[in-house]
């Protein structure tokens, strides 16, 4: 069994009264894709939000790496290595692909700091940038403005600054929504890619994408964990088809 890299232990969250999260436990395995899935309103975004410290928990504890970080600043978690991308996307519309990963690598967030550097390390850095864009397919966009991408490769480009961070675990809000068709098929595999040699938690409402990538799927409901397990368990829960999958989703 791989080490527990990241947990949630009673996780709870109200809001006035409301509980939207209820008691959550969950272990995401190092090395492993992790999707969190459920239907509309069953908790996915908040724990989300609650993990990667943009909400503070009425109750619990989150630990990563052993560490308690239930108390820590967002910037912080991110510093030691738990990297949430999308919803928070720094990319910049007028900057090319190229200056985008460049900027994103010279992000004071690491223990790196480049901007004082000398020349010799500024080339590594251009090929790192390089090395980046090559990863997520974009090398033929390199020199376009980051806001003439087609979706999904501005969503290649959010996966390439993210890369930039160098994440040990990165969190996916909801990589494929507003996706079409061709553009999932082509980030399912990115994720598939850039999780090799990472940890992988997503939120993702694609079943069938899940399905595929996943290692680990736990399912939320009214905010409490209904199950948990590879897919293939998941989706024989009777309590899962009734609750999610006969519910129309996916
Ligand atoms: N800031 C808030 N204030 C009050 N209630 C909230 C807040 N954020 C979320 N909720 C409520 O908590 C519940 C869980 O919401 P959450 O967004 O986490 O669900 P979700 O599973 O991500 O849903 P979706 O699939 O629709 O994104 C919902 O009933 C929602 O209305």
Do not use: C
Not at 26 to 41: D, E, F, K, Y
Not at 129 to 136: F, N, Q, S, Y
């Amino acid at each position: 069994m791989a080490e527990i890299v990241l947990e949630a232990r009673d996780l709870s969250k109200e809001f006035k009264g409301f509980t939207a999260v209820k008691g959550v436990n969950l272990q995401v395995r190092r090395g492993t894709i992790h999707a969190l899935i459920g239907p509309n309103g069953a908790g996915k975004s908040t724990v989300f939000n609650l993990i990667t410290r943009f909400l503070p928990p009425t109750r619990g504890r989150i630990l990563y790496k052993g560490r308690d970080i239930t108390r820590a600043r967002p910037a912080d978690v991110a510093r030691m290595g738990l990297v949430r991308s999308f919803q928070i996307s720094a990319v910049f519309p007028h900057l090319s692909v190229l200056e985008n990963v460049r900027v994103a690598l010279q992000r004071p967030l690491g223990t790196s700091f480049h901007f004082w550097k000398p020349e010799a390390s500024l080339h590594g850095l251009h090929e790192r940038a390089r090395d980046l864009i090559d990863a997520v397919n974009l090398a033929a966009w390199a020199d376009r403005a980051a806001v003439e991408l087609p979706y999904g490769r501005k969503r290649a480009l959010e996966i390439a600054t993210t890369l930039a961070l160098d994440p040990e675990v990165m969190l996916l809000d909801e990589p494929l929504a507003g996706m079409g068709h061709e553009d999932i098929g082509h980030t399912a595999a990115l994720i598939r890619r850039v999780a090799a040699g990472r940890t992988v938690l997503m939120v993702e409402h694609n079943l069938s994408v899940v399905a595929d990538l996943s290692d680990t799927i736990t399912v939320l409901r009214r905010g409490e964990v209904l199950a948990e397990g590879p897919y293939d368990t998941v989706s024989r829960d009777p309590e899962v088809r009734e609750a999610y999958m006969g519910a129309g989703h996916g």
